[in-house]
């Protein structure tokens, strides 16, 4: 496993700051560099690297002799903030684990709190999948847009910002996938067990559901 730089743990923390906490909007100035590498609990030179990554990224932008601000033009909503830094040194094993904590939870809640509308488009987004993989097609964005689904209709506000995280599981789980067989067979089947616990709203056979569908997918793929 390739360990994360210190320096990208504080840009995440920083970006968590601007995208999550809400603590530091478009054009606001970010505390001078003491104060900010003490609440942080790193050398200033962590510090500064990490600054380096997210004006290299148009998240911040340095005014000779003003400080480090938030630039204006970003649109802090559609930030992914959580791993968007460094896509190829979070492996498979992380993404599928972070899938593992929160999707069996997500597809809980989406049962009990979905509206039939939405029950009804989670179901259709899973028989897309099923038939792009009979057809030996792509199945990458209806598979977000299944995911997503569920996420909206847990009516949790945060679960849409771990949508990124999860959007990169999914792609690496497709890519994956391709070169085993069973994990493609095992991937229709565990949808239709998710979807039909949900269509008869039935929670905790969702959560199950979801956790034994990734749990799967990681034996199959061989990061367990």
């Not at 899938?99 to 179901?123: C, G, H, M, N, Q």
């Not at 689904?149 to 497709?174: D, R, S, W």
Request: charged fraction near 35%.
């Amino acid at each position: 496993m390739i360990q994360k730089r210190l320096s990208d743990s504080v840009a995440d923390d920083i970006m968590a700051m601007i995208a999550i906490e809400k603590r530091f909007l478009p054009g606001d100035k970010l505390p001078n560099e003491n104060e900010l590498s003490e609440e942080l609990d790193v050398s200033r030179t962590t510090l500064r690297e990490a600054v380096r990554i997210l004006v290299t990224h148009g998240i911040l932008e340095i005014k000779r002799g003003k400080g480090t601000f938030v630039k204006e033009d970003i649109d802090v909503d559609h930030l992914e903030s959580l791993g968007f830094l460094a896509d190829e040194k979070i492996n498979a094993k992380d993404l599928y684990e972070i899938r593992l904590i929160v999707e069996p939870e997500a597809a809980y809640y989406a049962t009990l709190r979905a509206s039939d509308a939405e029950i009804k488009r989670i179901l259709e987004y899973g028989k897309q999948i099923e038939e792009k993989i009979k057809r030996n097609e792509d199945r990458t964005e209806t598979e977000q847009k299944f995911h997503q689904a569920i996420a909206k209709a847990t009516h949790n506000q945060f679960m849409e910002k771990l949508l990124p995280v999860i959007y990169q599981g999914i792609n690496k789980g497709v890519i994956l996938s391709k070169r085993k067989e069973v994990a493609v067979k095992e991937t229709v089947t565990d949808h239709q067990m998710i979807m039909e616990f949900m269509k008869n709203r039935n929670p905790e056979g969702a959560r199950s559901a979801m956790k034994i569908h990734i749990l799967h997918a990681m034996k199959e793929l061989g990061i367990e």
